[in-house]
């Protein structure tokens, strides 16, 4: 079996890709589901039900210390790591005058150094053998920026960067890079990033930034979830493809909805064709945006597409 590591098993996609990996029927995988703070292994044990100490092992990392990480590989049998999946991460929005050092440091820190720190503790052992697979769950937004997400956005392009230039060595040594790139999925993580949100008063912002932020951005943002919300099984099947792929391919996006929005990206090299139609979106269509999204949820879902297929 190849060994698995995957980080921020205690929620989301970490804790589906997991326990999908752990469940598969052929038995291809030993997992190391590892996540920061132990206390909080409830949910995924539970989950994981019998490939509990079977099939799937839980462990201690926190991705923003260099310690843990030596600690956590340390533990792992045979000191052997045939797959990372890279994919704890934390998210950050609002308006850009009112970001913390501390807050910018910490998104860097866990969405970008975690995964160079993963990198280059197990680059040497994979290069040796020469097989072995980087699994990075980036973002749409490490390949589009978004309003007011500034920052996040800035930390998944920094992985993009890494990522490409980094793949085209290791083909050299038989070892893959792989980015995911979902869209929106619905998992915890939207809610703590508006819990920060909530807390905060954004002392240094003129008001109508705000008012921006808060009536225009922050609405649409609840629309965009609703409308193209995946579930994180579904990113969870994503990612586990993408491991069992013989010729793993580089980039995965995982939500077709979004493709047109990235096209926009492509269609017009100076960039203006993005930034601009983001614009008239957000603030010149306002309720004609939302009404879009909504039809174009309504349209999608599975309840109409059911009414329409011919039985
Ligand atoms: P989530 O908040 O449920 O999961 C993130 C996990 O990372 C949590 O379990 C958290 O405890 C863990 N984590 C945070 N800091 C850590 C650290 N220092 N060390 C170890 N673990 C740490 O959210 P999710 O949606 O499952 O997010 C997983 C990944 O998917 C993230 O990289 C995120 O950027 C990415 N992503 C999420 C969305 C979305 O809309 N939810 C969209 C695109 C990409």
């Known amino acids: 079996a190849r060994t698995v590591l995957v980080t921020g098993c205690s929620s989301g996609i970490g804790l589906a890709v997991a326990v999908l990996l752990a469940r598969d029927p052929q038995r291809r995988y030993l997992v190391l589901a590892t996540m920061r703070d132990l206390s909080r292994r409830g949910p ?45 991460g934390v998210g950050l929005v609002g308006p ?3 970001a913390s050092g501390p807050q910018v440091q910490r998104v860097f820190d866990t969405n970008v150094f975690g995964v160079l720190r993963l990198a ?22 490490g390949l589009q920026g978004v309003v007011f997400n500034d ?35 619905n998992t915890e993580f939207e809610a703590k990033v508006l819990q920060e949100v ?11 930034t705000l008012r921006y932020f808060r009536e225009v951005y922050l ?36 939500n077709p909805l979004y493709s047109p929005l990235l096209a ?17 979106l957000l603030f010149d269509l306002g309720p004609a945006f939302h009404l879009s999204l909504a039809l174009l949820r309504c349209l999608t879902c599975r309840c109409c597409r059911r009414r329409v297929t011919p039985v």
């Not at 990392?61 to 052997?80: A, F, I, Q, Y």
């Open 96 to 98: 850009l005058e009112s």
């Open 44 to 88: 995924l044990e539970a989950a994981a039900g019998a490939t509990l100490g079977d099939t799937l092992r839980v462990l201690q990392l926190d991705v923003t210390s260099d310690k843990s990480v030596t600690e956590c590989l340390g533990n792992v049998p045979g000191g052997r790591v045939d797959v990372v999946v890279n994919n704890a």
């Open 198 to 208: 909530e807390k905060s008063e954004f002392p240094e912002t003129d008001p109508e």
């Open 120 to 141: 280059q503790a197990l680059l040497p052992q994979m290069k040796r053998r020469r097989s072995g697979h980087i699994v990075v769950v980036s973002s749409v937004m």
């Open 219 to 254: 609405p649409a943002s609840r629309q965009v979830f609703l409308t193209f919300g995946q579930t994180p099984d579904i990113v969870a099947q994503a990612i586990a493809d993408v491991i069992a792929a013989p010729r793993p391919p580089f980039r995965t996006p995982t």
């Open 151 to 185: 920052v996040y956005a800035a930390s998944k392009f920094a992985v993009e960067g890494l990522c490409e230039s980094l793949a085209v060595q290791l083909l050299q040594f038989n070892v893959f890079v792989s980015l995911v790139e979902p869209g929106p999925v």
């Open 264 to 280: 926009l990206r492509f269609a017009d090299p100076s960039g203006n064709l993005g930034v601009r139609t983001f614009q008239r």
